[in-house]
């Protein structure tokens, strides 16, 4: 069902919203990355170019990189990375992307201000269930009995090496990690 409301989503977004597959779970269930890349004024594109430019320099020479970040000032669009179900058993992240999702993507340009000024600005990637084993079995833990939140310095698991490829190829300034419902909310930069 999430790959299908995905392509639903995807055909109502008129180009806006894309969806691969970006890696498979240790029981080899598909992972999927969404990206919402607004390109509908001639000014979303140029910023988007801006960004291009910004990442080919950075990889190679990150001074650089934000000195030029830097010389296009508000005029770049910045990408922002988001997860859900990182945790299979918190099931909250996962559905609050599908709610920005659609907003994101099937919202008509200058039909909500709030939605323009968020296009205007970013390209989102949404890893939309880290964890896909986790959440079909509701236990916190992947098909290897791993609790993912735990593998980013290791890396041994095929969903975090997975994850981090995209963050590798985007070099989002900005991760958002969304879990289950929690007292007190808990923000954490990373």
């Known amino acids: 069902a999430i790959h299908c409301t995905l392509k639903d989503i995807v055909a109502s977004s008129q180009g806006r919203m894309s969806l691969e597959v970006m890696g498979q779970s240790a029981l080899g269930r598909d992972m999927f990355l969404v990206t919402v890349n607004a390109l509908d004024t001639a000014q979303q594109r140029k910023d988007f170019q801006a960004w291009q430019q910004v990442r080919k320099v950075a990889l ?9 970040l830097q010389s296009y000032g ?23 992307i599908f709610e920005t999702l659609d907003k994101l993507a099937t919202t008509p ?14 390209v989102l990637l949404f890893n939309v269930i880290q964890n896909p084993d986790g959440r079909v079995a509701g236990t916190r833990a992947n098909g290897n009995g791993f609790d993912l939140n735990r593998d980013f310095m290791t890396q041994s698991q095929s969903e975090t090496r997975a994850s ?7 070099l989002p300034p900005e991760v958002l990690d969304l879990h289950g419902y929690v007292t007190p909310t808990l923000i954490e930069a990373t």
């Open 109 to 122: 340009y200058g039909a909500d201000p709030e939605v323009d000024a968020v296009l205007d600005h970013t």
């Open 60 to 68: 190679t020479d990150p001074v650089r990189g934000q000195e030029l």
């Open 164 to 170: 981090v490829a995209v963050m590798q190829k985007w």
């Open 74 to 96: 508000d005029n770049v669009k910045v990408p922002l990375y988001i997860q859900g179900g990182i945790h299979g058993n918190e099931y909250e992240g996962v559905d609050a």
